[in-house]
């Protein structure tokens, strides 16, 4: 399968651990986007990063909150400490390079905190 | 900041019937791209159409089709003859440049469509 590979599909965690959301984007891509999707609701944006590179933090919440893309394996998105109000899907998308190109979306993570 | 809103939280539809799906943006730019997603239940993010805000011909995609209205910054879904497996939500989004380097796309709250037999 050459499209985004997000992994854990479903991550159970209880309130104060870590999470940690991976995203392997499809082969060729090397920009990711983050995105997290809570309950009835749309996607918002969270993050964009290049390899090595964060590039727009801006949707990112100010604590807890990390995101990665280093030059070798996937990106990780990275939850400390997690609350029940983290409970949400993310979802990762890449793309191939700069300017504007469509974003191709992984499968997401569902995340429930206990 | 863009916003996206699609009014109809939830539809329904006849099979082999027409459906559209309403939406409207909000935006200062003039530069900018317009997207359909369904997510079935299995919750993937499937591409149905996209839009570029500088080409006045609306897109089309087999059954779905678009009515683009960018002065009254519509952007309307329609899906002919309807099947049981475009029973799923639909997320109208937005992307443009955001100044700080990515093209994010912003979304709507979604409408859930079901496709009655």
């Known amino acids: 399968n050459a499209g985004v590979m997000q992994n854990p599909r479903h991550l159970v965690r209880r309130r104060g651990q870590e999470a940690r959301l991976r995203c392997s984007p499809m082969?060729?891509?090397?920009?990711v986007y983050w995105y997290r999707q809570l309950p009835e609701e749309g996607l918002k944006f969270m993050v964009y990063?290049?390899?090595?590179?964060?590039?727009?933090e801006s949707g990112m919440p100010k604590e807890r909150f990390s995101a990665e893309f280093p030059k070798e394996g996937p990106s990780i998105l990275r939850i400390q400490q997690v609350v029940r109000g983290d409970s949400a899907a993310y979802f990762c998308a890449s793309s191939p390079g700069q300017g504007f190109q469509p974003q191709h979306f992984g499968d997401g993570t569902r995340l429930s905190i206990l | 900041a863009q916003t996206v809103t699609q009014s109809q939280p939830e539809m329904s539809v006849q099979e082999a019937e027409t459906v559209t799906l309403s939406c409207t943006y909000d935006t200062s730019e003039n530069n900018y791209y317009l997207f359909w997603y369904k997510q079935p239940p299995s919750r993937q993010m499937i591409l149905v159409i996209r839009q570029e805000a500088y080409k006045q011909q609306n897109a089309t995609e087999n059954r779905f089709s678009v009515n683009f209205q960018k002065a009254a910054k519509s952007f309307s879904l329609k899906i002919s003859d309807s099947q049981l497996g475009d029973t799923a939500m639909y997320f109208c989004?937005?992307?443009?440049?955001?100044?700080?380097?990515?093209?994010?796309?912003?979304f709507g709250k979604g409408t859930k469509l079901s496709v009655i037999p």
């Open positions: 082969k060729g891509h090397s920009h």
């Open positions: 990063l290049q390899k090595e590179n964060i590039i727009d």
């Open positions: 989004a937005f992307a443009a440049y955001s100044g700080a380097g990515s093209y994010q796309l912003t």
